[in-house]
């Protein structure tokens, strides 16, 4: 049986409208590539990424979900067992960003409570045609407490940083939720993780 190559598994979930980048931001991010070619994605996909922060392994797996009506029930389901989510929407695109309220509805709705999020406005190359100010999407994310990022796939600008502060975010507070045992415990090979007593080698977090 293979040895495992990394410390932690997170899911992520790249959620907003159509042809807001999402596709883009996830193949900038996990392959340095760029497609300025616009194709719709059908239904869901997904990339790997291997990723270190503060000395651990950390393997990313990313879901670039459909942001059209017909493919929102599929894309729903994804909600569940998704550790982080980046809400995207295109800073050319007023209705995009003001659909950022309905997402969010959306994973009150289908995510877990304490799931990490994040707001991306990309497409920031693409300053001369802006329909929506820097200055707003700060404004928005601080009306739900969020981070913020300014980003664009064209031009690698904050995507890095983006995938990076939202892996650390949940990195911290997975660690957070593990609590010194007893040396009682410890003896028997239980560790305490956020109240519950569990046997060592369990994983404390579902991912599906």
């Not at 190559?5 to 979930?13: M, R, S, V």
């Not at 590539?33 to 719709?40: C, M």
């Not at 982080?84 to 994973?107: A, C, H, P």
Request: positive net charge.
């Amino acid at each position: 049986m293979a040895a495992k190559t990394y410390d932690y598994l997170f899911k992520l979930l790249l959620i907003g409208d159509s042809g807001v980048g999402k596709t883009c931001v996830l193949f900038r991010f996990s392959d340095d590539a760029f497609n300025d070619t616009f194709i719709s994605t059908i239904g869901i996909d997904f990339k790997i990424k291997t990723i270190e922060i503060d000395g651990k392994t950390i393997k990313l797996q990313i879901w670039d979900t459909a942001g059209q009506e017909r493919f929102r029930t599929i894309t729903m389901a994804y909600y569940r067992g998704a550790m982080g989510i980046m809400l995207v929407y295109d800073i050319t695109n007023r209705k995009s960003f003001e659909n950022i309220q309905q997402w969010m509805k959306n994973i009150e709705q289908n995510a877990s409570n304490d799931v990490e999020k994040i707001i991306l406005g990309n497409k920031c190359d693409m300053d001369s045609n802006r329909e929506v100010s820097k200055e707003e999407g700060k404004d928005l994310a601080r009306k739900y407490g969020l981070q913020f990022y300014e980003t664009s796939a064209k031009e690698m600008i904050n995507i890095k940083e983006a995938f990076l502060e939202m892996s650390g975010r949940i990195k911290s507070k997975l660690e957070s939720r593990v609590e010194p045992s007893s040396t009682k415990s410890k003896a028997r090979g239980i560790v305490k993780v956020s109240g519950k007593h569990e046997k060592k080698g369990s994983s404390f977090c579902k991912f599906f």
